[in-house]
C-alpha cells in the first residue's frame, strides 16, 4: 500500500465517519469509516517507515583498480 492509497483511505473514512448520515442494515457506516481511517494511517506509518529505511541502505562501492588521486 502507497502513500496516495493510505491518504485516500483516511479521507473515505472520514467522510463515511462524519459525513455520512445515511444507515445500512446491518452494517454501522461510522464504524467503517473509522477502520478505514486506522487501516489508512497504519499504511501510511509503513510506508513512510519503508521509505526511510530504503534512503539508509544506499552504499558507494568504490572500484579499487581505480585511483581517484592519480
Given at each position: ?44 506509518l509503513i510506508s513512510l517507515f519503508l521509505i526511510a529505511t530504503a534512503r539508509d541502505r544506499r552504499t ?11
Amino acid at each position: 500500500m502507497g502513500i496516495g492509497t493510505s491518504i485516500f483511505l483516511i479521507a473515505v473514512g472520514a467522510i463515511l465517519k462524519f459525513a455520512v448520515t445515511a444507515s445500512v442494515s446491518g452494517i454501522e457506516l461510522a464504524t467503517v469509516g473509522v477502520i478505514l481511517m486506522i487501516v489508512g494511517v497504519i499504511g501510511l506509518l509503513i510506508s513512510l517507515f519503508l521509505i526511510a529505511t530504503a534512503r539508509d541502505r544506499r552504499t558507494t562501492v568504490r572500484d579499487p583498480r581505480v585511483d581517484p588521486y592519480a
